[in-house]
């Protein structure tokens, strides 16, 4: 796992044991432990999946929740998993995320927390805006 796109460098290994994932950093030490998360956790990415605004167990919950919600975590190794032409393929997936990405233009979009690990969120930014158009049409 690399959670930082701008710190390739800074990864950590996952092993499951029993019903705790630990993961370890690049010496070998156990950095931090997630016990098996319930569905409550994996939808909500919170509760055994807590993301602490720290350096080492935050920036893993969010990616584990990536991976959980994408399902992406058996069939790609190195998460978070940058093609989105992956996401969703498992038949235990979050189908709301799926719908959600499916009607935009671009495949961006906000459907579960921390959709924006990977860059797969709807993100608008102008420093300097002199204005803005919107255009709304309906969910088929």
Excluded: W
Excluded at 9 to 17: D, E, I, M
Excluded at 88 to 94: G, K
Excluded at 108 to 121: I, L, P, Q, S
């Amino acid at each position: 796992m690399t959670p930082f796109a701008h710190e390739p460098n800074t990864k950590y290994h996952g092993r499951v044991s029993g019903d705790v994932m630990n993961f370890t950093d690049g010496s070998g030490a156990v950095v931090t432990s997630f016990r098996k998360p319930d569905s409550d956790s994996v939808f909500g990415c919170y509760k055994l999946l807590d993301a602490p605004n720290d350096t080492v167990r935050g920036p893993i919950s969010r990616t584990l929740c990536a991976g959980f919600n994408r399902t992406t975590l058996l069939t790609n190794p190195n998460q978070p998993d940058a093609n989105g032409a992956g996401f969703y393929r498992d038949a235990v997936t979050n189908h709301y995320s799926r719908i959600i990405h499916a009607q935009m233009a671009d495949g961006k979009a906000y459907g579960f927390a921390f959709d924006d690990v990977g860059a797969h969120e709807s993100l608008v930014h102008e420093g300097n805006p002199k204005e803005a158009f919107m255009t709304l049409e309906p969910y088929n």
